[in-house]
């Protein structure tokens, strides 16, 4: 049995300067609001845990801890190996600032650290999609040029499909032809048919057929008649008389 291992993610981190105003019991009642959330309080901080995702042996695998200080908020969180670490970030400060939301009447924040921490973050996405930018343009320009060389295929597969359908109907014009005057050839009639009228007449004409009369009548040309007839003869149908 062939066992699947889970690589183990990377941490990261980073700090927000802050100035607690209340107490850390308050600061932990207010995050206990979210459910999903587990909180442990220290006598110098607030640990907070969130926990998304575990290994197969139950060990946290995608997870985020939060430490909130009396003058900075501590930031650590794993970096799955498939995952952006930028993206991650991003997902890690939504967070933070969803709690901070909570807090804020606990700690006195500067806007500015603030701003600093998401423009940062911003800028590194910027690199981020700007590369993923890039990869896709060249996919893009790939993917054009298949598109360009099937489109002057397929031109060529059209003209050829076209002069295709251009010979058949010159062929299918040439059997009709072929067809037409094969049948005036032999007057329309089948072999069979023209056979049984042969015997019909030489029965009627007692055993005589004028060749000249009964091609008019029957509008085929002299010669096939003397070919029928020398068929009926070498087949026992009708005997030559002298």
Same mark, same amino acid.
């Given at each position: ?121 911003? &800028? ?6 700007? =590369?993923?930018? /890039?990869? +896709?343009? %060249?996919?893009?320009?790939? *993917? @054009?040029? !298949?598109?360009?060389?099937? &489109? ?6 059209? =003209?050829?499909? /076209?002069? +295709?359908? %251009?010979?058949?109907?010159? *062929? @299918?014009? !040439? ?11 032999? =007057? ?55």
């Amino acid at each position: 049995m062939v066992e699947e291992r889970m690589l183990s993610p990377k941490v990261d981190g980073f700090r927000m300067k802050v100035k607690l105003e209340g107490k850390f019991s308050d600061v932990a009642r207010a995050l206990n609001s979210i459910s999903f959330l587990k909180i442990a309080k220290e006598k110098e901080g607030v640990n907070v845990a969130y926990v998304e995702s575990r290994s197969i042996d139950k060990t946290p695998y995608l997870f985020s801890m939060m430490k909130f200080k009396k003058n900075q908020i501590e930031v650590v969180y794993t970096v799955p190996n498939n995952v952006s670490p930028t993206k991650r970030k991003l997902d890690v400060m939504r967070y933070l600032l969803n709690m901070i939301t909570l807090v804020e009447p606990y700690y006195e924040i500067d806007n500015k650290v603030v701003y600093q921490l998401v423009e940062e973050t911003m &800028r590194q996405l910027e690199d981020y999609t700007t =590369g993923d930018y /890039k990869t +896709l343009y %060249k996919q893009y320009d790939q *993917l @054009k040029r !298949e598109v360009e060389n099937l &489109r002057r295929s397929t031109h060529i597969y059209k =003209g050829q499909v /076209k002069s +295709l359908s %251009k010979e058949n109907y010159e *062929l @299918k014009n !040439e059997s009709d032809e072929l067809k037409v005057r094969f049948e005036k050839l032999h =007057g329309g009639i089948s072999d069979s048919v023209l056979s049984s009228r042969v015997q019909e007449w030489v029965i009627d004409h007692n055993g005589n057929i004028n060749i000249v009369d009964f091609a008019r009548h029957n509008r085929v040309p002299e010669a096939r008649v003397e070919d029928v007839l020398n068929d009926l003869v070498r087949q026992g149908y009708l005997e030559q008389v002298q």
